[in-house]
């Protein structure tokens, strides 16, 4: 059975990402934390499924007050960072992300930063 994590400090990672320039790179938990901010890490099944998007988007929309909060938003999935930029390259009509405020992180093993 895993070990319950609600509350507890969460392992230090570095994943591979697209960041809010659409730009390749990387997402530290150690970065953040030496930068003295809070994150909020949030996973989802999979790029491009219709449950997701607007939860997605909608912290991306708020992100100001996240900032506001000395607050770091990282979004995760096992999809690859080519998938994610795919998905922020879709048009939010078409059922895409369009401009994000925050990284997509590709977790593509799905168990490296299981917590």
Not at 36 to 53: E, R
Not at 74 to 82: A, E, L, N, P, Y
Request: a negative charge.
């Amino acid at each position: 059975m895993a070990e319950r994590m609600v509350g507890k400090q969460a392992p230090d990672f570095t994943m591979e990402a697209v960041l809010a320039d659409k730009s390749f790179g990387k997402v530290s938990l150690e970065d953040i934390k030496a930068q003295d901010k809070w994150t909020v890490l949030f996973f989802y099944p999979m790029d491009f499924t219709f449950v997701c998007p607007t939860e997605i988007t909608a912290m991306s929309d708020r992100y100001d007050e996240f900032e506001d909060l000395d607050a770091e938003v990282i979004g995760v999935s096992t999809d690859t960072i080519h998938t994610h930029l795919a998905w922020i390259n879709t048009d939010r009509t078409q059922n895409g992300l369009g401009e994000l405020k925050y990284p997509l992180a590709a977790d593509t093993n799905g168990t490296e930063y299981y917590f």
